[in-house]
């Protein structure tokens, strides 16, 4: 049984913004500056997950002592500098712009509130959202559906409802723990080496 679709919902990083390079650059700054030990492949497989809860499981894992909001406040710092070189994602960007003004949209992201937005704007899309739905929003984080469900509520559409756009297996996971339509965007981009994941 085919349902009817009454709003969209996308993640960014990874799948509206090609970010996941830029954030693994900063990430790399300052995991050395404090001893972590944080592989590439790890950064990918985390995708989704905000930086405050990878730094203080990192932390935990290795047996440090850090005050991971700070931390996570420098990982940010160290990535403002390079949104000006953000690129879109064509392919889901694209997706948007033909739904605008037809459905009500969000996004929903477990990045920062600061950041994000400015990714939006910097991609001169963030007019097109009626919400956009962050971390600091929401008790749980992916693969826990509350970001999504918090998306739908703020743009007045049953998650039964919606279809939503993700690049990670975290983020896939929440949107079907949501009751909505999954699309993973990997499926529609062509990704030159590695992968992309979201933040």
Partial sequence: MSRIIKGLIFDCDGTL????PLHWRAWQMVTRRH???????RFYALGGVPSRDIIKMLAEEQDRSLDHIAVAHEKEEAYLPML???EPIHAVVDIVHANAGKLPMAVASGGTNKIINQVLEHLK???LFAAVVT?????N??????IFLEAARRI????ECCRAYEDTDLGLQAIRAAGM????????IRVPSGGRNGA
């Fill in 17 to 20: 913004a090609d970010t996941m």
């Fill in 35 to 41: 001893g972590l030990y944080f592989p590439e492949d």
């Fill in 84 to 86: 000006g070189m953000v």
């Fill in 125 to 127: 899309i963030r007019h």
């Fill in 135 to 139: 971390s600091e929003m929401v008790r």
């Fill in 141 to 146: 984080q992916k693969p826990a559906p509350d």
């Fill in 156 to 159: 007045g559409v049953p998650p």
């Fill in 181 to 188: 339509e999954a699309v993973d965007v990997r499926e529609l």
